[in-house]
């Protein structure tokens, strides 16, 4: 990266695709895996300012982090870029800060950028930058940056912060916990792929019928939920009525605070062979006709109230189609229209999920 760009005739947008993203991805950051890039995530605020003082001028307090990238249910760490012409100043400090301290984010660290100028700061002190550099620099702060910032790094800064096995996994909780219910309701659900955007899917509701709330060796909160499977969705015809999903989470303790939530996450990826039989909506029980590859990733945020973990739920899966046949892409084509080989899903919702 040290070939200076032509800042005179970039714009932010240049600054997140040439210069960030590729840091982002050297620190061992890529999408649809452990060590995950999130982009443009929508965050709402209850009250406080986002990053600017005219309260008449901006009474919509949402904002778009434009990276979020984390080690699921280790940590978070947050990226604000602006454009070449904009000066790093305190405002633009205060405005990345309420994105890393928000509470279904709470970040470790920020990184601000203009592409001339970089900033990393701990989100829990804004006096002083914890390293700061510019572009011409930025080779020679890379390990000092992956020292802090990379995967291994996040890991280890979690595991020093583990507790011990047996402690409460909250104020008025045990140690371990069952899940004896509960619902997820899926509030809205849309795609880019012809193939996945059944809108029978907006409303549905899914009981949680089992489960268990624990800690792992290294000191995280696992929490495993299974839930009924539903008729309407595309699943794997194996004879069993219930999957089952664990979320991790990096928390001391379960929150029983609404306005400071504990964040759980989940990372899957299944692929369903070509000929295996599963049920697909409007179509009914049949042999798969082509190789899909599912890599989904959920993240649930909530507290605990009146025994039951209750909260809200983004999910996102990135899709896969191979090994489909010209003669099955022209069935498919006649009915979906033009069938390509990737595609994408997003998802939110809520849940309430019973404890004892």
Known sequence: MSTTPDFASMNETDVREIIVRPLIESLGYRHGTEAYIRTEQTLRYGKAFLGRKNPARDPDLVG???????????????????????PL??????QAHTYAAHPEIAASHFLLTNGREFRLYETSRLDSPTLAWSFRDIDDNLLRLFNILSPAAVRKRAKANSVDSGKPLGKGLNSRLQVVGGEIIYEEHTGNHPLFQDSSVNGLRLPVVGG?????EDGRIVGRVEVSKPAP????????????????S???YISDEPQHPT????????????GRQINFPGLG???????????????????????????????SYD?????????????LAHRFGHIPDSGHMTGAGRFEVSLL
Do not use: H
């Open 212 to 216: 268990s709330v624990s800690r792992t």
């Open 285 to 315: 029980k049949f042999a798969m006709p082509f190789e899909l590859s599912v890599s989904s990733f959920t993240e649930a945020v909530g507290y605990v109230a009146d025994g039951k973990f209750v909260g809200t739920m983004r999910l």
């Open 319 to 331: 899709l896969e189609v191979s090994k489909m046949t010209p003669r099955i892409r022209q069935l």
């Open 64 to 86: 778009r982090a434009d990276y979020i990238c984390g080690v699921i249910s280790f940590g978070k760490w947050v990226v604000e870029v602006k454009s070449p012409t904009e």
């Open 250 to 252: 990096a928390s001391e």
């Open 233 to 248: 969705i595309l699943f794997v015809g194996d004879g069993e009525s219930s999957d089952a999903y664990d979320f991790y």
């Open 89 to 94: 100043s305190q405002d633009t400090v205060e």
């Open 263 to 274: 964040i759980f996450q989940n990372l899957v990826t299944q692929v369903t062979a070509a």
